[in-house]
């Protein structure tokens, strides 16, 4: 009986759509600011302090940059002789026992120090020493260029979680990226932060070798690698020229795509100080920029050419146009041949003082195993206590512990509650709830109501209110139940709705933003849209670009749940009790936090810390960001929000806990 309730919908609102037009909306409004602050500058000081500004909002919305007084410990493991140049394999240290693995093209002949260049790779898994990225280094060093290319996190001989017994790595690149980038978000970081970091010490070790001028290091990169080189454009000055490949665009045009990005390509509150990839570019205003694009990229090529356009007039204001401009190929996603022509004829200009383009003959491509900087293959197992990114995630988690520990509990307890309540009520645009029934039903000796109410401008909540038929008419106290899946799970929680009415209460059933039947339209049938950048994913990436978080927008729904009972005639608001099961639960436990009109929260089968699940290096990745909200450690963990839910006598005895999300 319970089943025939799963797939009831909404009448008389197109609820399908308003998640996508409604966090579109947002992020439009968010660009329209950006737009407005960057037409407002009119000179070069006007310039220069959006430049510091994007500097240290880049810096807040990463985590901050860690530091570089690790002692470099620099090793050439090897030198291969190629075509008019020779290669170093090198490695060193960016942070402590965190090691980077990097090929040096040096030209032959070399007498006195000269431009270099630094190649970020992009998500292909051997990096450095694959094909397309190879071949960009050939065509840099042919033209006179001294060439850096670097493993990024996760590629190349860096696998964060390889096992140097089995000789092989659960996930690599994207996967692995994705999988540690998520933990680190809970502590206010990103992904990002480390891969910058490690750039920038690249940069460090060329401005130590004798060969390369320090202030004629230029950096380009493709995909991945463009996300890098845009992460030094924004934040290190010592820049000389840059050619980011296959990334740059602007936000409202990446919206149109209804594409996901990896975890290094998401900056949480970037949209939100009002930048976007124009800002980026703008970054290197006068120095020389080249971007590169393809026409059928899935970067849209409308984003790149009217980030240049733009940008012109930047340039125009330091007498250099001409450093300014766009390459365009007639290609899909890829560092292209003529892309690489491109690059080594801009970067010989710029740096060396006369563009040079090579013939392609003397482009003569080297084995890869050549290339290879370890012995293994991998640094992992091979370096003694050799760090990935996710043991330097648990030692961040470490160390928010201990601020959180120096604290008086009051203390804690009240900064924690002032940022939830920041984060959970954060830009949100009040409204009338205007609640209505919406149809019913029977289910047994049950009847269920349909009840809609707008939960803030542009998006609609429901809920289905079970209770006995016997007691119709009456004021009941009720339980607002927030589960995994809404009122599309009704069946599974079919007893606790039944124990619940037959105590004399109230089960209201809740689809928060995205759930239920508020889950919006589906691109196909067998679509999946809570896997791994499936359509709920990019939702919450949007958000957290924004500045806002899914979580953050769910626990607000909860709060207007509870005061729209409030006004019911048929509800008893002296008695508004939650229950929570699953991972979901926590959106009814914050709530409470925020809301003493809430009786008491009971949650079940949930998870029993953030802190646990990010301490799980391999997790259950489903649906893995609804539960997240931004920097949350660095002010509480649900441990703490049981505590003093406890202290208040408001937390029911919880039947079970997961303490990861493995399960």
Known sequence: MFENFENVQIAHFDVKSQLPRWIYESAIRAAELGEQAREAINDIAGLERRQLDIREGLAKCIGGIPTSDTPLNPQITGTVQGNGFRVEKIIFESRPHVYVTANLYLPDGIKEPRGAVLLLCGHREQAKHCDEYQTVCHYLVHAGLIVMSVDPLGQGERFGFYDPELKQAPMTSVTEHENVGRQCIPLGDSLARYMLHDAMRAIDYLSTRPEVDPQKIGVTGHSGGGTQTALLMMYDKRIAAAAPGGFIMNRPYFLLTGKAQDAEQKWPGFSAFGFDHEDIVLAMAPRPVLVLATTYDSVPIEGPRHTIAVNRRFWDMHGKSECLGIFEDEHVHRFTVPLARAAAGFFSKHLLGSAVTAKEEAIQLLPAEQLICTQSGQVIGEYAQAKNVHTETVGRLTDWERVRRSMSEEKRKSVALQWLRNAVYFNRRPCDLNPRLSGGGEAEHLWAVRTVWWSQRGLLNNALQFFDSKLAGRRLPVTIAVWDGGTKQISAHAEWIKKTCSAGRIAMVLNPTGIGSLLPHLNAPEERPFKRFG?????????????????????????????????????????????????????????????????????????????????????????????????????????????????????????????????
């Open 535 to 663: 359509m709920m994913d990019r939702y919450t990436d949007e958000l957290m670009w924004l500045g806002d978080s899914m979580a953050a927008v769910r626990t607000f729904d909860v709060l207007r749940c509870v005061e729209m009972v409030s006004s019911l005639k048929n509800i008893d608001a002296e008695d508004i009790r939650l229950y929570g099961s699953g991972r979901y639960a926590i959106y009814a436990e914050l709530a409470a936090l925020l809301d003493p009109r809430i009786r008491s929260v009971r949650p079940e089968h949930w998870m029993s810390s953030i802190a646990e699940w990010i301490k799980e290096p391999f997790y259950d990745e489903h649906d893995s960001l609804s539960f997240i909200i931004p920097g949350m450690l660095q002010y509480m963990d649900l441990p703490d929000a049981d505590h003093w839910l406890s202290q208040e006598g408001r937390l029911d005895d919880a039947v079970s806990m997961i303490s990861d999300s493995v399960s």
